[in-house]
């Protein structure tokens, strides 16, 4: 069965450093690996989307990686900013069916302080 | 743009009564799916339905029903509303299950 793991479940940096959430998976047939955001009280905002056949995406100053073989994934923020404080989650789709369903991590909570 | 939206962001009932929580998408997706979420257990899949008329059951079904007339409509159902269903409830769509999820904004449901 599946597993998703964010380690750690929250973070604090201050402003203006790099830095990277990581998710864990146990089983490395994934059809594709998804970041969200989500804001507190708010629904999730999809950032990223890596299918199995890639190895990163970029948006901005997001760079997710993802290597299917250690069952693990990245996702890097360049020059943090307050407005980057948030819940971070990732979500992997074991396979591809009209039925599928992804399976969520349990977030980390970043917190940049200015 | 994309959209997603929640019939309401803040809901109370009382225990016993039959609660209705409603989802509409405006991007033709194939794809609606609910869940709920609380602290410590994350997002948790109630139902999803992947066409009108069809749906599947999710990793927690028990106390819900859902209903797709329409491929923009999906209606999430507490047929008597108990107290453990205090949670927020969260809707998506997506074009495919290989295709992002767009997420609505909530509701965050308080049965007394």
């Known amino acids: 069965k599946q597993e998703v793991t964010q380690i750690p479940a929250a973070l604090s940096v201050p402003e203006g450093e790099n830095l990277v959430l990581n998710c864990s998976f146990t089983d490395s047939a994934i059809y594709n690996l998804q970041w969200f955001r989500q804001d507190p009280g708010k629904g999730l905002t999809s950032l990223l989307l890596i299918q199995s056949s890639q190895r990163e995406q970029t948006s901005g100053r997001l760079n997710a990686s993802l290597d299917k073989s250690s069952g693990r994934s990245t996702l890097y923020i360049a020059a943090s900013q307050p407005g980057d404080s948030a819940t971070y989650l990732c979500?992997?789709?074991?396979?591809?069916?009209?039925?599928?369903?992804?399976?969520f991590g349990s977030g980390t909570r970043l917190s940049i302080r200015p | 743009d994309v959209k997603v939206t929640q019939s309401s962001r803040y809901l109370v009932k009382r225990t016993g009564e039959k609660v209705f929580l409603e989802c509409v998408q405006d991007m033709d997706h194939e794809n609606m799916f609910w869940y709920r979420q609380d602290p410590g257990l994350g997002l948790r899949l109630i139902y999803f339905s992947y066409d009108v008329k069809m749906k599947e059951k999710g990793d927690i079904p028990e106390g819900y029903s859902v209903s797709r007339e329409k491929k923009e409509r999906f209606s999430l159902i507490l047929e008597s509303a108990s107290t453990n269903q205090t949670s927020m409830y969260l809707c998506?769509?997506?074009?495919?299950?290989?295709?992002?999820?767009?997420f609505g904004p909530g509701t965050r449901l308080t049965v007394t």
């Open positions: 979500a992997v789709l074991p396979g591809y069916s009209s039925a599928s369903k992804i399976i």
């Open positions: 998506a769509s997506s074009r495919d299950p290989s295709y992002e999820q767009y």
